[in-house]
């Protein structure tokens, strides 16, 4: 069967009831046939459910189908997306271990790896997104343990060639880690290029709707056995029910990127032709730094793009209340177009400095472009845009 079959006939097996949608199993228990089964499930000699803190079916249903996308054995599955990305660092590193990190990062990845990770006796180099070859083996010392980034990266979209990072990683046997979920892999399978584990936020374009939290990291079984040993004793379980709104999710996912994607490029052409606009940041528009790259490892650009508007917060104030459709939230991915300033409130926490090495300014703002017409946005956008900039000329 070719991918989206798989993706939509990969299910929990039937129960007596001859359902044809999966059910959900809401139930933080399961029982044991005899004293002896109970033995068997707890050495391991016999696989089954023991309790929804270790394995669930539904939620293994959610793991199941992610694992046909990204092209991995197994996974495991989490209550948020940075606890997943929590998992791949926590279950892998130990005292005295060295990370090799984009700089361009999500605040709170980079809060674990600068506040958290270091309190363990973890350390850590940045390299830029955009550095050469040279420049990422450089970093690379005789304790490094992992590779670790997020491509495109959030919110600057700045890509980091995964060919590249796959065969140093190889080289030096290094845990080569991958952030997909701004590219998801209904357009991006790092598994292509050698990474040993991949990590997503359920939350955003996997759910697509908005409604439930949940994160996943899959990797080979081998591979996974460490984050599922961390998960299973720390406990941050995925809820069965968000599993099981996650699952129905992913059966259109591909069908829901395409759109993202077409939406967010002729927004983004659009307001690139727009004057009044500093500058606009998306991977397939020629202007990317990194167009070239983006295209030869991306299927098509993605949902999110960047906006600069010059004139400061003022002008970010005026802009937003000046819009009709677009919804106001830091969250991404919805079927709704959502935009957010980074600068004061994803990246809120991260330093001067370090908001300028990541391109992060005041007048920044992300746009997670939805499945509206693009008509309505681009009118949207525009009125903003203008309104805006006769208030911050007074």
Same mark, same amino acid.
């Given at each position: 069967?070719?991918?989206q079959?798989?993706?939509?006939?990969t299910?929990?097996?039937?129960?007596?009831?001859?359902? &044809?949608?999966?059910?959900?199993?809401?139930?933080s228990?399961?029982?044991?046939?005899?004293? +002896?089964?109970? !033995?068997?499930?707890?050495?391991e000699?016999?696989?089954?459910?023991?309790?929804?803190?270790?394995?669930?079916?539904?939620?293994? +249903?959610?793991?199941?189908?992610?694992?046909?996308?990204?092209?991995?054995?197994?996974?495991?599955? #989490?209550?948020?997306?940075?606890?997943?990305?929590?998992?791949?660092f926590a279950?892998?590193?130990?005292?005295?271990? &060295?990370?090799?990190?984009?700089?361009?990062?999500?605040?709170?990845?980079?809060?674990?790896? #600068?506040?958290?990770?270091?309190?363990?006796?973890?350390?850590?180099?940045?390299?830029?997104?955009s550095?050469? !070859?040279?420049?990422?083996?450089?970093?690379?010392?005789?304790?490094?343990?992992?590779?670790?980034?997020?491509?495109?990266?959030n919110?600057g979209?700045?890509?980091?060639?995964?060919?590249?990072?796959?065969?140093?990683? !190889?080289?030096?046997?290094?845990?080569?880690?991958?952030?997909?979920?701004?590219?998801?892999?209904?357009?991006?399978?790092?598994?292509d290029?050698?990474?040993?584990?991949?990590?997503?936020? =359920?939350?955003?374009?996997?759910?697509?709707?908005?409604?439930?939290?949940?994160?996943?990291?899959?990797?080979?079984?081998?591979?996974?056995?460490p984050a599922?040993?961390?998960?299973?004793?720390?406990?941050?379980?995925?809820s069965?029910?968000?599993?099981?709104?996650?699952?129905?999710?992913?059966?259109?996912?591909?069908?829901?990127?395409e759109?993202?994607?077409?939406?967010a490029?002729?927004?983004?052409?659009?307001?690139? =032709?727009?004057?009044?606009?500093?500058?606009?940041n998306?991977?397939?528009?020629?202007? &990317?730094?990194?167009? +070239?790259?983006?295209?030869?490892?991306?299927?098509?650009?993605?949902?999110?793009?960047?906006?600069?508007?010059?004139?400061?917060?003022?002008?970010?104030?005026?802009?937003?209340?000046?819009l009709?459709?677009?919804?106001?939230?830091?969250?991404?991915?919805d #079927?709704?177009?959502?935009?957010?300033?980074?600068?004061?409130?994803?990246?809120?926490?991260?330093?001067?400095?370090? !908001?300028?090495?990541?391109?992060?300014?005041?007048?920044?703002?992300?746009?997670? %472009?939805?499945?509206?017409? %693009?008509?309505d946005?681009?009118?949207?956008?525009?009125?903003?845009?203008?309104v805006?900039?006769?208030?911050?000329?007074?």
């Open positions: 069967m070719k991918r079959t798989r993706i939509i006939r299910q929990t097996q039937k129960t007596g009831f001859r359902e &044809h949608s999966t059910p959900l199993f809401l139930t228990s399961f029982t044991f046939e005899s004293a +002896e089964q109970g !033995k068997a499930l707890f050495d000699t016999e696989q089954g459910n023991l309790y929804s803190r270790f394995s669930n079916p539904t939620v293994q +249903e959610f793991v199941d189908r992610v694992c046909v996308m990204e092209g991995y054995e197994d996974g495991v599955a #989490t209550a948020t997306g940075m606890a997943a990305v929590f998992a791949g279950a892998y590193l130990s005292s005295g271990d &060295h990370i090799v990190s984009s700089r361009a990062l999500f605040g709170s990845a980079h809060q674990i790896i #600068t506040q958290i990770l270091v309190k363990w006796g973890i350390t850590y180099t940045y390299v830029e997104a550095a050469s !070859k040279q420049e990422w083996e450089a970093a690379i010392r005789p304790n490094t343990k992992m590779i670790y980034l997020e491509t495109p990266s919110p979209l700045e890509l980091v060639d995964l060919e590249m990072i796959g065969s140093l990683s !190889k080289k030096h046997g290094l845990i080569f880690n991958v952030d997909n979920c701004f590219a998801t892999p209904a357009l991006q399978n790092p598994v290029y050698g990474a040993d584990l991949v990590v997503h936020s =359920a939350t955003k374009f996997m759910e697509g709707q908005g409604r439930v939290l949940g994160g996943i990291l899959v990797g080979s079984r081998e591979m996974i056995k599922r040993f961390f998960c299973r004793q720390t406990g941050p379980s995925m069965p029910f968000n599993a099981w709104v996650l699952t129905k999710s992913l059966e259109t996912l591909d069908l829901r990127m759109r993202h994607c077409r939406n490029l002729k927004l983004a052409q659009a307001l690139e =032709a727009n004057e009044l606009v500093g500058k606009v998306y991977p397939f528009l020629q202007s &990317h730094p990194q167009y +070239e790259l983006a295209t030869s490892q991306m299927r098509a650009g993605g949902g999110i793009l960047t906006v600069e508007l010059d004139g400061g917060f003022e002008r970010i104030s005026a802009f937003m209340k000046a009709q459709i677009v919804s106001l939230s830091s969250n991404l991915g #079927t709704r177009t959502i935009i957010t300033n980074p600068y004061t409130t994803t990246h809120a926490k991260l330093t001067p400095e370090d !908001k300028r090495s990541l391109g992060i300014t005041e007048g920044l703002i992300r746009v997670s %472009v939805g499945l509206e017409d %693009v008509d946005l681009i009118e949207d956008f525009t009125n903003a845009i203008e805006s900039a006769s208030v911050t000329a007074k």
